[in-house]
Structures are given as C-alpha cells and as structure tokens.
C-alpha cells in the first residue's frame, strides 16, 4: 500500500514553459486536493475533485488545470509556468466519511526561473 | 468565516522539556479540528483529530490536544520533548462544504534543543 504518491520531486522550469504534476492514490479514495505551500503561509486550496471525471476550483486556481479521468489519478496543470508558481505541491486524498482526514503526497518542489 | 490561528511562528525548547503549540480557530458549527506534523522535505501526517468524541485526544508519539469549545482553542502538548519532534507543525479546522473544505493554519517549527 503505497498511499499518495507524487512524482517528480523536484523541476525547474522555464518562464513560460508547461509541466505536469502526477499524483496518485491506491486508497480508492474518492476526494482528491491539490495544495501549494510557501513559507509561512500554511497550505491553500488549488483544486479539488469528488470523483472521477468531477473537479472544482479552490482558493487560488489561476495558472493551473486538472482532471480526474480514474479514481486513482489527479495530475495537475501548468500551462505557463510563472515565478510567482514557485512553490511546494501537495496532494491530498480521503474517503467519503465525515472524519475528514487527509492523507498527503511526499510533495513537489517546483522552482520557475 | 472559519479560521485557523497558531501563536508563534517559531517554537524552541529543550529535550525533555514540555510541548506546547497554541492553536485557536473560529468556527460556526462544531468543528472537526486536526494536528498534522511535516518533518522536513516529507508531506504531512496526521498527529491527532478531533470528531466531537472526548474532548482529550491523544495521537501518536504521545502528543495529545485538548478542545475547549469556550476558549476556540485545540493546543497540542507533549510531555517530554525529543529530537526527533523537531518539525513543522500544522494545525487545521474542516468545514462541511461540498467538499469538506480543511484550513490549515500557517504552521509552528518546532526546535528541539539538545
């Protein structure tokens, strides 16, 4: 049982070049976040999903895209990287209960210069 | 609107000494309230949470956290402090949205002195 697994650990990009984030979970979870982490400022919302093939914006989407074709996957989208999307990426999983714990990715370390 | 405060950025003190990270929230409908803890350059683990069931929560390697509902607080102590709790440490609020939105709040380092 791997859990949450993310992929690549770290990049770096190029202003305007595009990327994809992998994420995912062998938990049949079906909740899946995507969160950015800068110092100091805890973690805010990208994206969520409910389930396959449902998705919705969070706090702070521009910039970004996803899909959730599987219940197991939930990439993320960089169309055109900017600095300002330098950051560390998390990805989340639950079930469906009420106890609302998530279960988090090993992260992604993208610097964009 | 629901938020989550933790007091002190930056926490240091010595091994064997008490932890104790302060976390205050506001909600307006009982909250479930959790701690998680990120060692550097991991994701984050989920030390305790709260569900509404006893109000004293114990969590893994003897963390533990009190809710008191009149002081909107959700502190974490731990008697005896060891090298290895040095870490971030994230305290978060769930929201019943249609999502089950969590707000973490901005997070404690803890150091641990020798």
């Known amino acids: 049982n791997a859990g949450v697994t993310q992929t690549p650990k770290f990049r770096i990009l190029k202003i305007g070049q595009s990327m994809t984030l992998q994420c995912t979970q062998d938990m049949n979870h079906n909740y899946m976040y995507w969160y950015r982490q800068d110092p100091g400022m805890g973690l805010k919302l990208i994206y969520y999903s409910v389930g396959a093939g449902i998705t919705d914006k969070g706090e702070v989407p521009n910039g970004y895209n996803v899909s959730r074709s599987t219940t197991e996957d939930f990439p993320l989208r960089l169309e055109l990287a900017a600095p300002s999307q330098t950051s560390v990426y998390f990805c989340a999983s639950r079930s469906s209960n009420r106890h609302y714990e998530q279960y988090f990715g090993p992260g992604t370390r993208l610097t964009v210069t | 609107a629901q938020s989550v405060t933790q007091l002190g950025s930056h926490v240091s003190v010595s091994e064997g000494a008490l932890v104790l990270l302060r976390c205050n929230y506001s909600?307006?409908?009982?909250?479930?309230l959790f701690w998680y803890v990120q060692y550097p350059n991991q994701g984050l683990q989920l030390l305790l949470k709260y569900t509404s069931a006893a109000t004293l929560v114990k969590g893994i390697n003897d963390f533990e956290a009190e809710f008191k509902k009149s002081e909107t607080s959700f502190h974490l102590t731990k008697p005896s402090a060891h090298m290895s709790d040095a870490a971030e440490y994230f305290c978060?609020?769930?929201?019943?949205?249609?999502?089950?939105?969590?707000?973490f709040g901005p997070g404690t380092s803890l150091s641990v002195i020798p």
């Open positions: 909600s307006s409908v009982p909250p479930y």
């Open positions: 978060a609020v769930s929201v019943k949205t249609s999502y089950d939105k969590v707000i």
